[in-house]
């Protein structure tokens, strides 16, 4: 199992003890002091190699247990978590311009999405504190993981949306028994009261960026994608990205990687977000390596899942990819609804619109000229069924008919 030997600080670099705080740093703040876990990376480049990998019978995200701040083993629930599939789709790749595309389907895990990686965690984290009631804030997805995974615990959650929240996420949550708050604003206010009733009630805080347990659920879909192809590395991975969490975790994990030797390089991470709604695309584009410029300002995209105006993780998201060598793309709603349909069409893929977002990136990408005969992976971080109204509005209507084969004919 992980024992991590310190939290630091994304910004001023101070390091605490890995208990010494629950959340953020209390110099920096909650939004410049985003927290990540270090690990003594010397013992563990003989603890944890490639051989000892491949030998593992393990299929889930718990193979990287000894790189996961997790100390009790029985909290780990049966749950199949990670060893999502990679597909490859070398038709559309080509058409692409790409020497290979490949398609890693994260919409296949328990709730349908990447951030089951990131709640399964904190729910054991939650365990071991000794917590009794977790919360957080969520467009849906980051929500419906919680909820799920705290189901088959003694933990009560509480959950806060913002009211433009799809139905089927909200569905989920109360399927698992969550105590549901539909908040009257936007996400970023649902997220502000959540955090504040967790101080107030003494709640285990999930929400994003907030809880530094998060990018390390999300940083395995790095290593499993790195393990899953062999350690022949993609040349760019295309993340969606809302409040920056899981782009930070796809960062920390290909540098974690590097760190214990698996590999000598990285691919290059490249964020996608929605026009209407791209703080961290501005940001990145102003950063000057020093100060992460925070710009804040209203969102509203088709992909609620990335529809974030006030980022809580943009420092670590900007600086992260800084230091990978990537780069951000911004991509039009009505991109994301065609990528929508063309993932499914031409890969079998349904992903919601977030999830679609990183092959809109990509295939924005392409139109310009860029990445020829390059490599080339996709996060799908949710499943499609998570938001089946955006799913209508990116096609047509189905025929409808009296049951007799004339009208069928006729139709055709």
């Given at each position: 199992?992980?024992?991590?030997?310190?939290?630091?600080?994304?910004?001023?670099?101070?390091?605490?003890?890995?208990?010494?705080?629950?959340?953020?740093?209390?110099?920096?703040?909650?939004?410049?002091?985003?927290?990540?876990?270090?690990?003594?990376?010397?013992?563990?480049?003989?603890?944890?190699?490639?051989?000892?990998?491949?030998a593992d019978g393990e299929r889930s995200m718990w193979r990287y247990l000894p790189l996961l701040p997790i100390r009790d083993a029985r909290f780990i629930q049966q749950l199949l978590v990670g060893w999502t599939p990679i597909y490859r789709a070398p038709a559309l790749g080509r058409e692409l311009g790409f020497a290979e595309l490949l398609v890693k389907d994260d919409g296949r895990n328990p709730t349908a999405s990447y951030k089951d990686r990131a709640s399964s965690l904190v729910v054991i984290a939650a365990q071991e504190k000794g917590k009794e009631v977790v919360t957080c804030a969520s467009t849906g997805n980051a929500a419906s993981s919680l909820a799920g995974f705290a189901a088959a615990t003694d933990l009560e959650t509480v959950i806060f949306v913002p009211e433009r929240a799809p139905e089927a996420k909200v569905a989920q949550l109360l399927i698992y028994g969550a105590r549901v708050f539909v908040v009257r604003g936007s996400y970023d206010?649902?997220?502000?009261?959540?955090?504040?009733?967790?101080?107030?009630?003494?709640?285990?805080n999930r929400s994003a960026a907030m809880n530094p347990y998060l990018v390390e659920g999300k940083k395995t879909g790095a290593?499993?994608?790195?393990?899953?192809?062999?350690w022949d590395l993609p040349d760019a991975v295309f993340v969606s990205v809302g409040d920056g969490s899981v782009i930070s975790g796809v960062c920390k994990g290909f540098e974690e990687m590097r760190t214990l030797g698996w590999t000598d390089r990285v691919p290059a991470v490249i964020g996608v977000q929605a026009e209407r709604s791209a703080p961290v695309a501005r940001s990145f584009d102003r950063f000057d390596g020093v100060t992460v410029e925070i710009d804040d300002g209203p969102a509203d995209t088709v992909a609620d899942s990335?529809?974030?105006?006030?980022?809580?993780?943009?420092?670590?998201?900007?600086?992260?990819?800084?230091?990978?060598?990537?780069?951000?793309?911004?991509?039009?709603?009505?991109?994301?609804?065609?990528?929508?349909?063309?993932?499914?069409?031409?890969?079998?893929?349904?992903?919601?619109?977030?999830?679609?977002?990183?092959?809109?990136?990509?295939?924005?990408?392409?139109?310009?000229?860029e990445l020829k005969e390059k490599r080339v992976a996709i996060l799908v971080t949710g499943n499609g069924l998570k938001d089946v109204r955006a799913a209508r509005s990116a096609v047509g209507e189905p025929t409808v008919i009296d049951p007799v084969l004339a009208r069928v004919e006729e139709a055709l």
């Open positions: 199992m992980g024992d991590p030997r310190a939290l630091r600080c994304v910004s001023c670099r101070t390091e605490y003890g890995p208990d010494e705080l629950e959340y953020t740093c209390p110099t920096c703040g909650p939004r410049r002091g985003t927290l990540e876990f270090l690990y003594d990376y010397d013992a563990l480049r003989s603890e944890l190699t490639r051989e000892r990998l491949a206010v649902a997220y502000d009261l959540a955090a504040e009733a967790a101080d107030a009630f003494g709640w285990y290593l499993e994608l790195a393990e899953q192809l062999g990335i529809c974030v105006g006030a980022p809580r993780d943009i420092v670590k998201a900007v600086t992260y990819v800084t230091r990978n060598g990537g780069r951000f793309v911004v991509v039009s709603d009505e991109e994301i609804l065609d990528a929508i349909r063309v993932l499914a069409r031409r890969t079998g893929v349904f992903a919601e619109p977030a999830g679609a977002a990183a092959f809109a990136g990509a295939a924005r990408l392409a139109r310009a000229g």
